[in-house]
């Protein structure tokens, strides 16, 4: 019984068992293990396994990573994805990851002033509130729907701070063309949601 995988403290029972099993074991290719752990080498239909091991959910953008290079983006580099979680560059670094393009962050949204220093061109809210210090809004430079605009809203709010609240998503820089690409069927609005 010294060549058997459990301890030595185990029934003979479970060191019979331990004996039978040793070949199978010893005929795992354990290359395959060890490359299913890595987002670019693990097969497609294990992404969301292993999604789910490194504790990747709806809120890190998952329910929106609608092709296979954005899941295995989204799965790389999680540790410090989660180190910086609701940080302003962690939420561009999101957008880019999810295929959105680049985005620009409104901080301090709803606290701008008519002095002559910010266009009014939509992108910012005047006149807000003494409490409306932790308003932010999200200019994208492409069109989603509005579909994808709520589970965009969605994964804000879990991955920023709570004292933060989201105001508008904009994308009224890449406005939506009367050119047939899209259906005007209630599923898209016109510049912001």
Same mark, same amino acid.
């Given at each position: 019984?010294?060549?058997?995988?459990? @301890?030595?403290?185990?029934?003979?029972?479970?060191?019979?068992? %331990?004996?039978?099993? &040793?070949?199978?074991?010893?005929?795992?290719?354990?290359?395959?293990?060890?490359?299913?752990?890595?987002?670019?080498?693990?097969?497609?239909?294990?992404?969301?396994?292993?999604?789910?091991?490194? %504790?990747?959910?709806?809120?890190? #953008?998952?329910?929106?990573?609608? &092709?296979?290079?954005?899941?295995?983006? +989204? +799965?790389?580099?999680?540790?410090?994805?989660?180190?910086?979680?609701?940080?302003?560059?962690? +939420?561009?670094?999101?957008?880019?990851?999810?295929?959105?393009?680049?985005?620009?962050?409104?901080?301090?949204?709803?606290?701008?002033?008519?002095?002559?220093?910010?266009?009014?061109? #939509?992108?910012?809210?005047?006149?807000?509130?003494?409490?409306?210090?932790?308003?932010?809004?999200? $200019? !994208?430079?492409? $069109?989603?729907?509005?579909?994808?605009?709520?589970?965009?809203?969605?994964?804000?709010?879990?991955?920023?701070?709570?004292?933060?609240? !989201?105001?508008?998503?904009?994308?009224?820089?890449? @406005?939506? !063309?009367?050119? #047939?690409?899209?259906?005007?069927?209630? &599923?898209?609005?016109? #510049?912001?949601?």
């Amino acid at each position: 019984m010294t060549d058997s995988l459990i @301890p030595s403290n185990n029934s003979p029972l479970q060191h019979t068992l %331990s004996q039978l099993s &040793s070949q199978q074991i010893a005929q795992i290719d354990w290359r395959v293990i060890t490359q299913n752990h890595s987002s670019l080498h693990c097969s497609a239909e294990f992404l969301p396994f292993l999604a789910w091991e490194n %504790s990747i959910s709806d809120a890190e #953008g998952w329910i929106f990573a609608e &092709s296979e290079t954005a899941q295995r983006q +989204i +799965i790389q580099n999680y540790i410090a994805k989660h180190q910086h979680k609701g940080t302003p560059a962690m +939420i561009r670094q999101l957008f880019r990851d999810l295929q959105l393009g680049e985005i620009e962050i409104i901080e301090r949204a709803s606290e701008q002033q008519y002095n002559g220093n910010i266009s009014f061109n #939509g992108k910012h809210y005047f006149g807000g509130n003494d409490g409306d210090w932790a308003t932010y809004g999200v $200019v !994208l430079s492409r $069109v989603i729907s509005i579909e994808q605009g709520e589970q965009i809203k969605q994964i804000l709010a879990e991955i920023a701070p709570l004292r933060c609240r !989201l105001l508008y998503l904009d994308f009224r820089s890449n @406005p939506i !063309l009367w050119n #047939g690409e899209i259906a005007f069927d209630g &599923s898209y609005s016109f #510049g912001s949601i």
